[in-house]
């Protein structure tokens, strides 16, 4: 099953650094990757993405690196709002959760940490423990990643990935909104204007093959917007468990 998602901001070099020595060991920094699943239509949704946002702004001692994505999922747009981040996309990858878990359902807002932990997203003490323990967890795959402007509604993902890869792992990628505010007109939420950060706005996630190549992911813009950054990340494609192995972001050139 294809997928995809991006998301934060990071430096951007011209070249992919070249990758030398061993495969990352037990000292590699662990990353958390936190993905919301929400809806402009949901009334319970703007707690949980208030949680997002803490957890995208908050500093942090521990080391790692922390990724947010907030998948807007399209099973709310036909109950008075239509979500204008939404997209079946991200309810597929949300189904592709479930499947995982062993859920015979979805809802709002669900909250996904490392590709294996879920909850309901508006818990921050949950969402903040679950955050310190993917960070405890050392990575054993690393990402690069060089990004270009090949079309006027297109992006070129140069990538490279080392380290301990199952022979099953999908790449995704992903293009992320840093910030927007939407005054909801219908729906749950009329009359509210919601904030919402780290927006999966285009997504491309396929099996990953071979250490080395890249991916063209379109975008509902032109590129002349600088407030996106593109994320990659890898992650086991297994019926029981999808772990996410390693993870890097970068700004778009």
Same mark, same amino acid.
């Given at each position: 099953m294809a997928l995809a998602a991006i998301s934060a901001c990071a430096e951007s070099s011209s070249r992919i650094p070249e990758a030398h020595g061993d495969p990352p060991t037990s000292t590699a920094p662990g990353v958390a990757v936190v993905e919301l699943f929400t809806s402009e239509g949901c009334s319970s949704c703007p707690p949980a993405d208030a949680v997002?946002?803490?957890?995208?702004?908050? #500093?942090?001692?521990?080391?790692?690196?922390?990724? #947010?994505?907030a998948f807007h999922v399209d099973y709310w747009d036909?109950? /008075?709002?239509?979500?204008?981040?939404?997209? #079946?996309?991200?309810?597929? +990858?949300?189904?592709?959760?479930?499947?995982?878990?062993?859920?015979s359902g979805v809802y709002t807002p669900q909250m996904v940490v490392g590709g294996v932990d879920r909850f309901v997203g508006s818990d921050p003490v949950r969402a903040e423990e679950s955050v310190r323990r993917a960070l405890a967890r050392p990575s054993v795959v690393t990402v690069a990643i060089r990004v270009d402007r090949s079309?006027?509604?297109?992006?070129?993902?140069?990538?490279?990935?080392?380290?301990?890869?199952?022979? +099953?792992?999908?790449?995704?990628?992903?293009?992320v909104q840093?910030?927007?505010?939407?005054? *909801? /007109?219908? /729906?749950?939420?009329?009359?509210?204007?919601l904030r919402h950060t780290s927006i999966v706005r285009a997504l491309s996630v396929a099996p990953l093959r071979g250490s080395s190549g890249e991916r063209v992911v379109r975008t509902p813009w032109g590129p002349q917007r600088d407030d996106n950054d593109v994320v990659a990340l890898v992650q086991r494609?297994?019926?029981?468990?999808? %772990?996410?192995?390693? *993870? %890097? %972001?970068?700004?778009?050139?």
């Open positions: 997002l946002e803490r957890i995208a702004s908050e #500093p942090r001692t521990e080391g790692g690196l922390v990724v #947010p994505l036909g109950l /008075g709002w239509p979500d204008p981040f939404s997209s #079946p996309v991200c309810t597929e +990858r949300q189904r592709r959760y479930a499947g995982t878990f062993g859920e079309a006027p509604d297109a992006l070129t993902v140069h990538y490279d990935v080392r380290g301990r890869v199952p022979d +099953r792992a999908l790449l995704l990628v992903a293009v840093r910030s927007a505010s939407v005054k *909801v /007109g219908a /729906g749950e939420n009329a009359g509210r204007t494609d297994d019926s029981d468990a999808m %772990t996410i192995l390693g *993870v %890097t %972001t970068a700004a778009i050139p």
